[in-house]
């Protein structure tokens, strides 16, 4: 089993910037690929990025060039710097980690006000 932890979230104005952190615990050993969705309200839960053991990274085309992820392997956390957000970007992000089965965390609510 592994359990995903998020933090970060909250409310920001158009332009500003946030970082989210996911530490995972448990079985993290196992995890493969760990990274972050998102799902606005009325639509689907969708990819924002996601990135490897090995370090290879896959970003949503709305975010690519404004959203970097990482992973601190020694901390079994994974992080999303966000910069340049607009208020379509405003959704309850998720992480999301694949260790031989999907894990979820709970969510943590970004806002970005015009």
């Known amino acids: 089993q592994v359990q995903l932890m998020e933090s970060g979230g909250g409310l920001v104005q158009a332009g500003g910037s946030l970082r989210l952190s996911c530490a995972a615990s448990?079985?993290?050993?196992?995890?493969?690929?760990i990274g972050w969705y998102r799902q606005a309200p009325g639509k689907q839960r969708e990819l924002v990025a996601t990135?490897?053991?090995?370090?290879?990274?896959n970003y949503a085309e709305s975010v690519k060039g404004r959203f970097t992820i990482s992973r601190d392997n020694g901390k079994n956390t994974v992080y999303l710097q966000m910069n340049s957000l607009t208020p379509e970007d405003t959704a309850v992000y998720y992480c999301?980690?694949?260790?031989?089965?999907?894990?979820w965390g709970q969510g943590t609510q970004v806002t970005v006000s015009s």
């Open positions: 999301y980690a694949w260790a031989r089965v999907e894990f």
């Open positions: 448990g079985s993290s050993f196992s995890i493969n690929l």
């Open positions: 990135i490897t053991t090995a370090g290879s990274t």
